[in-house]
Nanobody
Framework: QVQLVESGGGLVQAGGSLRLSCTTSGRTCWRCAMGWFRQAPGKEREFVATISWDGGKTVYADSLKGRFTIWRDNAKNTVYLQMNSLKPEDTAVYYC???????????????WGQGTQVTVSS
């Protein structure tokens, strides 16, 4: 079983930055793409960013381009999400996910973490 554990969430003021991490443990997710999603209270889970197995391809939600950056370090089994210029509307639980195959912007991922809370105060 592939296990994903997110960390790095917390409370930050608007305009601030946070870096989320997601570490994979257990069985190796061979050639898995990784993604970040988020879910705000009362809203559906939405796509944030995704990255291919080798890091060569990244895709972002249009509304987040330029503020968020995804990258991975396969030697550490970790994927990161750098979030800059945070806004109160970025407040949500952020989830890491893994899928066998190419990166995708849908919820069709094979494995999910438990999520980490990000709260941006105004």
């Amino acid at each position: 079983q592939v296990q994903l554990v997110e960390s790095g969430g917390g409370l930050v003021q608007a305009g601030g930055s946070l870096r989320l991490s997601c570490t994979t443990s257990g069985r190796t997710c061979w050639r898995c793409a990784m993604g970040w999603f988020r879910q705000a209270p009362g809203k559906e889970r939405e796509f944030v960013a995704t990255i291919s197995w080798d890091g060569g391809k990244t895709v972002y939600a249009d509304s987040l381009k330029g503020r968020f950056t995804i990258w991975r370090d396969n030697a550490k089994n970790t994927v990161y999400l750098q979030m800059n210029s945070l806004k109160p509307e970025d407040t949500a639980v952020y989830y890491c996910a893994a899928r066998v195959g190419p990166p995708g912007a849908t919820l069709l991922y094979d494995y999910w973490g438990q999520g980490t809370q990000v709260t941006v105060s105004s």
